[in-house]
């Protein structure tokens, strides 16, 4: 297995650059095509209007036309000076929808946490999360703070046997195989109660040519397994996190699970998810 299609999210925040960048370096590594999915926020905020005042709707989607235009020619001499073939995409439609068609076609998608002081990477709420959730496709989602200076060489799976876990764990094959360090992390189990599973899943990673080390974290008092796996990800000096996304419907809204909400918020490291 390897990654021969990746997408990534292009938008018009200050850390889209940063994003295409790894993109770019991920594709070379792989021999993947890179495809540039621009889709942005489709809301459109109108002011309180007095007697002849409007919304200039084309004014404003001029605006639009020309960030588009500028964003494409961002990507475009990016990926040109990776070196690597490459696509542009804009189409329109639902920002969630558009998104996850698109994604459907691709091995591993790269998006970005949304930055709550950089309006421009908010596409709509739950944007990533419901792509991720949707799609069917693992991906990478890029922290909004500090810079990423390096990536996959230790890296920290979180285990706890579920389906997602076990997505997770496959979808990020390519990744552990190139890694200098694996350490696969479960929360909160009794030790007499994890080595059968450890064994198989050890004997799981070495037939794809991965050796990694296990670790049994008891959770601590107060403190959530999102948490508790920041924290590893910190004293591990981690690069990478790989976990399993976990939600579920609830009428028209997306309910993410404990661990991934809190991952999602407080991410300091790229995490590789997969549903």
């Known amino acids: 297995m390897s990654y021969k299609t990746l997408l990534v999210h292009v ?33 459109v905020l109108r002011p309180l209007v007095t007697g002849q005042e409007s919304l200039d709707l084309g004014a404003n989607e001029a605006r639009h ?3 588009m235009n500028d964003a494409q020619a961002r990507f475009t001499a990016q990926a040109q000076r990776a070196g690597c073939p490459f696509e542009w995409r804009a189409p329109s439609g639902p920002s969630v929808e558009t998104a996850v068609l698109h994604a459907r076609h691709a091995d591993l998608l790269v998006f970005g946490q949304e930055d709550p002081e950089d309006s421009a990477t908010h596409i709509a709420r ?3 999360e ?3 959730m949707s799609a ?3 991906a990478i989602v890029m922290p909004h703070a500090g810079r990423v ?18 997505r997770a764990l496959a979808d990020a094959v390519p990744i552990l195989k190139r890694a200098r360090f694996v350490t696969v992390v ?5 030790p007499e109660d994890s080595t059968a599973e450890e064994i198989d899943v050890a004997a799981y990673l070495e037939r794809h040519g991965v050796r990694a080390s296990f670790a049994s974290v008891p959770r601590q008092s107060g403190m959530g397994t999102g948490a508790t796996l920041l924290n590893q990800l910190s004293d591990r000096h981690a690069d ?3 976990m399993g996304a976990y939600g579920h419907a609830r009428a028209r809204e997306r309910v993410l699970g404990g661990v991934t909400h809190t991952l999602f918020e407080t991410m300091t490291v790229p995490v590789f998810m997969s549903h």
Not at 17 to 38: M, N, P, Q, S, V
Request: charged share 25%; glycine share 8%.
């Open 11 to 43: 938008d018009d925040s200050a850390r889209s650059e940063a994003r295409t960048a790894f993109a770019c370096d991920l594709a070379l590594k792989y021999g993947a095509h890179l495809i540039g999915l621009y889709v942005v926020c489709q809301e």
């Open 65 to 67: 036309a020309q960030r």
């Open 126 to 128: 739950y944007f990533v």
């Open 130 to 132: 419901d792509v991720i």
């Open 136 to 138: 069917g496709r693992p």
């Open 149 to 166: 200076a390096t990536f996959g060489e230790s890296v920290l799976v979180a285990w706890d046997g579920g389906r997602e876990a076990a």
């Open 186 to 190: 479960s929360v909160s189990k009794r």
């Open 240 to 242: 990478l996190l790989v």
